[in-house]
């Protein structure tokens, strides 16, 4: 063999084992080097990095946030009846700085040991403490998140530095006889959910109508009250009124009476002055001569005497005598009575 093959041969054989000693980290990414089986302590971040070709290897751990599945598993419950959860996710995050230990307590899969055995273990001793019913409906929304602070809770004393973000668990599988029985509960139960509504419905409808005839009431009520009190204040009105036009005749009435007895007062006054014996004398005498028939007798001429008497005795009445003279003159004395018929002649 020649030199220059030699060389060559050198030269590729270099340039082998230079390449197959670069390596490349990806970001998010942390690399752990094994030699000999050993873990070495040193740990390399994203970039090229080289190590010692055939003796040291590495190995990329992922220090983002990543979901790890379970898938298909088995769960019996406290009845017996075994049940499957098709798939589980467990979103986690290691940090680049706990690498290094876990790595060394639980290798570079630690996820299987910590997290997938986990899932199968916590969920287990969940089912056997409860009934199908419980872990399939009524509890079924809790096993996420009590599956996610069982697993949290181990991993804090276990491998710090993993935390557990985020449980997701599908609805199990249960026996296909149980699942028929299942659907029908819950289609009875929609039944049972539809005549609540219903009911509730009517109930509703029955309370807006009970609601509005109370309204309805109300206002007739309220009307009522207005228009009686409309009335009351008509009436207090016309009391009003009534009792100022009483008023108002009344003391038109007293003022009237007033004036009345003013002018009656008054007037008694003007007579006792006016009313002298002179002024009696004189309306007689126009009494007199305003009569339209004339008497003739002998006693005649006694009423203008007596009427002078009187004058002069200041208004006294008249006596005995006098009172017996016109009596005579009334009914005329016994000449006029027997008067000759030439004198009724006469007369006639």
């Not at 228009?227 to 009124?241: A, C, G, L």
Request: proline share 3%; with cysteine.
């Amino acid at each position: 063999m020649s030199v220059g093959a030699v060389v060559v041969a050198g030269v590729a054989l270099m340039f082998a084992l230079l390449i197959s000693s670069i390596h490349r980290i990806d970001e998010g990414h942390v690399a752990v080097y094994y030699r000999g089986g050993a873990l070495l302590k040193a740990t390399s971040g994203p970039g090229y990095h080289i190590m010692l070709p055939f003796i040291t290897s590495n190995r990329v751990v992922q220090t983002t946030l990543q979901t790890d599945e379970v898938k298909n598993v088995p769960c019996g419950t406290s009845g017996g009846v075994m049940i499957y959860f098709d798939r589980i996710e467990v979103v986690n995050i290691l940090a680049a700085d706990a690498v290094y230990d876990i790595v060394k307590n639980y290798t570079a899969d630690y996820d299987k040991t910590l997290i997938f055995n986990k899932v199968h273990h916590e969920l287990n001793q969940f089912c056997s403490v409860h009934s199908l019913q419980e872990v399939y409906i009524e509890l079924f929304d809790q096993i996420d998140e009590n599956l996610k602070i069982a697993l949290q809770q181990d991993l804090t004393s276990m491998a710090p530095g993993l935390f557990i973000q985020a449980v997701r668990v599908t609805k199990p599988k249960i026996p296909e006889a149980i699942r028929r029985n299942y659907e029908l509960m819950e289609g009875e139960k929609t039944k049972l959910m539809i005549a609540a509504q219903r009911q509730k419905v009517v109930e509703k409808e029955a309370e807006t109508e009970r609601k509005k005839a109370i309204i309805e009431a109300e206002k007739v009520a309220q009307v009522s009250k207005i228009q009686f009190e409309q009335k009351v204040q008509e009436k207090e009105t016309e009391k009003k009124m009534s009792e100022l036009e009483d008023t108002a005749f009344l003391a038109r009435q007293t003022t009237k009476a007033d004036a009345e007895y003013y002018t009656a007062l008054k007037t008694a006054e003007s007579n006792k002055v006016k009313l002298t014996p002179q002024f009696l004398e004189l309306m007689r005498y126009q009494a007199i001569s305003a009569n339209a028939k004339v008497y003739f007798g002998r006693d005649i001429p006694s009423m203008f005497l007596d009427g002078m008497m009187l004058g002069a005795r200041g208004g006294q009445p008249p006596t005995s005598g006098g009172q017996q003279r016109d009596a005579s003159t009334a009914e005329g004395s016994p000449g006029d009575s027997q008067a000759s018929p030439q004198q009724q002649q006469q007369q006639h």
